[in-house]
């Protein structure tokens, strides 16, 4: 669970995250982890494209009021980026600091998401190439709702372990370098 996270602390992680000013965003905002208490983290955003970032590419005719849905840290790894909350369980897990419960519900729900989501960097291995595709992340689809609705028990196993995380919804996550029925892979469009 996030203890301190202010406003603005959510924010400045979110303008991190997509690498430019959050003016960039069109319907953007953050829900941490104290959602789940009925407070709301963060808010909404509604602005234009601006020099610093060149011409937005549209997601094409999905329209702004379809959100994409990203569960991911809150604090950058070291590489520079927001590790999503399958990674973030998966590296409690390596790490050895999973209890036993909470390492046979990653291992059966990580089968589960194994059969029935396409793994994008098996469909195009360069997806997630950090040099060509920098900031690429997945995001579920608005329809997706099986897939998100099971996402909640890898976020109480964060808030067990007092890591943070949001989710984070865009209608415009950016560039599209991959899609399914059930998720995006989008570069932000004011990434390299």
């Known amino acids: 669970m996030i203890s301190m996270v202010t406003d603005g602390d959510v924010w400045k992680t979110v303008q991190r995250v997509v690498g430019c000013d ?28 601006g020099p610093e970032c060149g011409s937005r590419e549209p997601i094409g005719d999905r329209g702004s009021e ?5 569960f991911q840290a809150v604090v950058q790894s070291r590489s520079g980026w ?7 369980v998966n590296g409690l897990s390596r790490a050895g600091r999973l209890t036993t419960a909470e ?16 793994d994008p960097s098996v469909a195009d291995p360069s997806v997630y190439d950090r040099q060509l595709h920098p900031g690429a992340a997945a995001w579920f689809k608005p329809s997706a709702t099986e897939m998100i609705s099971r996402v909640d028990g890898y976020t ?6 007092g890591i943070g995380w949001a989710r984070v919804h865009s209608g415009n996550p ?14 932000p469009n004011c990434s390299g």
Not at 109 to 118: G, K, P, T
């Open 156 to 161: 109480r196993i964060l808030d067990a372990h």
């Open 174 to 187: 950016g560039r599209i370098l991959y899609e399914d029925v059930h998720q995006i892979i989008a570069k």
């Open 22 to 49: 959050l003016k960039q965003w069109e319907n953007l905002f953050v829900v941490t982890s104290e959602e789940m208490s009925g407070r709301v983290v963060g808010g909404s955003v509604d602005g234009r494209t």
């Open 82 to 88: 927001f590790p999503g909350v399958f990674a973030l």
């Open 66 to 70: 379809l959100l994409f849905v990203r």
């Open 103 to 118: 390492e046979h519900f990653r291992q059966r729900e990580n089968a589960w998401y194994h059969c029935n989501l396409v």
